[in-house]
């Protein structure tokens, strides 16, 4: 399935496709004629599919890597001088190429150095995990982490392709694959009640493994429609962030050492949406369906921290615009708005 991107000059494919990597250089080559290639992968993802995908690549390119230990504490401006030195070392040029080959972490990583090296070099995404396949490989968004919070430091752009292989999840340890839905179940609440009661109707992996591409594919159309309305997140795509300000500032909390990012993305939406129902802004019942889907696919629905410990992240959040805390709420499944107010608004959460 293909699936573009229309932003003008900055349009892009999204390929999705069962296979999909063995025959990367081809899709490749339309976007990239000539040149070198640096792959950016980190120490598991490269062993598993860094050779199946050089082998392809060299025919036709100069190739070079850059493998960086795989963990979010990688994403952080510590690992970017070894990644620019590698692509230096290479004597990379802005008419070379550079490929994403890994998780959100390597993603947004390789996608910040090749924003900033020599103000911007071209680069694919190749994304290995269920989140980064549904969610941070498309967009644009490239980012670093600071002690501070979470992908606080980046720019906004965007690939020239993205490719998909569904296949590669075989592969994923299970953790990886709850990761990734949590996302997956957040696409259904912001925009889609029928993806969410599929999700929910599958009860689990097993029941939902035969449907992975299709589900991938809509998750994919929903925030490719999403950022071609608003590319800079500052009105529609900040539905995307449904769950997103506790997820950051639980992450956070723990120094990412505890939950993982679809973790505590589940936690946030289910109790983003529990308060929102006590005040009447959410139909009820909402909370109760979204934390019966989470346990389906064993993410958890609470972290047992005392809500005031959270505020100072949850201040420091990248969606507050205009001196103002703009939350994801549901009116529905599958409806969602964006909820200007104060941090106050959780004041009376307790432990969450």
């Known amino acids: 399935m293909q699936l573009t991107v229309h932003l003008g000059e900055q349009s892009y494919p999204i390929e999705i496709e069962r296979g ?7 899709y490749i080559a339309r976007i990239f004629p000539k ?17 199946k995908l050089l082998q392809g690549l060299r025919e036709n390119y100069e190739c070079f890597q850059t493998i960086i230990p795989h963990g979010e504490p990688s994403k952080s401006f510590q690992t970017l001088p070894g990644i620019y030195s590698s692509m230096l ?33 071209p680069y694919v995404q190749i994304p290995t995990s269920l989140l980064a396949q549904v969610d941070s490989s498309v967009g644009g968004k490239t980012a670093v982490d600071l002690s501070e919070g979470k ?16 296949d590669v999840l075989d592969t994923l340890p299970e ?42 594919s809509r998750c994919v159309d929903i ?30 909390y723990y120094h990412y050492e505890r939950e993982s990012h679809g973790e505590a993305v589940a936690i946030g939406m289910y109790q983003i949406t529990k308060l929102s129902e006590e005040r009447g802004m959410t139909k009820q019942g909402c909370a109760e369906q979204i934390r019966d889907t989470l346990k389906q696919y ?25 001196h103002c805390l703009n939350l994801v709420l549901l009116k529905e499944i599958g409806e969602s708005f964006v909820y200007p107010t104060e941090a106050e608004f959780f004041h009376e959460a307790g432990v969450i």
């Open 20 to 26: 999909i990597l063995e025959k990367a250089s081809k």
């Open 298 to 322: 064993g993410l958890p629905t609470e972290c047992g921290i005392e809500m005031k410990e959270l505020l100072a992240a949850v201040k420091h959040d990248k969606k507050n615009l205009n």
């Open 151 to 166: 992908n606080l430091v980046g720019a906004f752009y965007h690939p020239k392709l993205v490719l998909i292989d569904p």
């Open 223 to 252: 925030k490719r429609q999403v950022v071609e309305q608003d590319q800079f997140d500052v009105g529609e795509r900040m539905l995307l962030n449904f769950g997103h300000t506790l997820a950051h500032a639980i992450e956070q």
């Open 89 to 121: 070392e290479a004597k990379m040029s802005r008419s070379d190429l550079v490929i994403a080959l890994g998780g959100g972490v390597v993603g947004d990583l390789t996608g910040f150095a090749a924003a900033t090296y020599m103000r911007g070099v």
């Open 175 to 216: 953790r990886y694959l709850i990761d990734g839905m949590g996302e997956v179940i957040k696409y259904g609440c912001i925009k889609d009640r029928q993806l969410f009661h599929t999700i929910r109707k599958a009860e689990g992996f097993e029941g939902l493994k035969p449907y992975m591409a299709e589900i991938i």
């Open 35 to 51: 040149g070198k290639i640096m792959v950016v992968s980190d120490d598991s993802v490269f062993a598993l599919y860094g050779e």
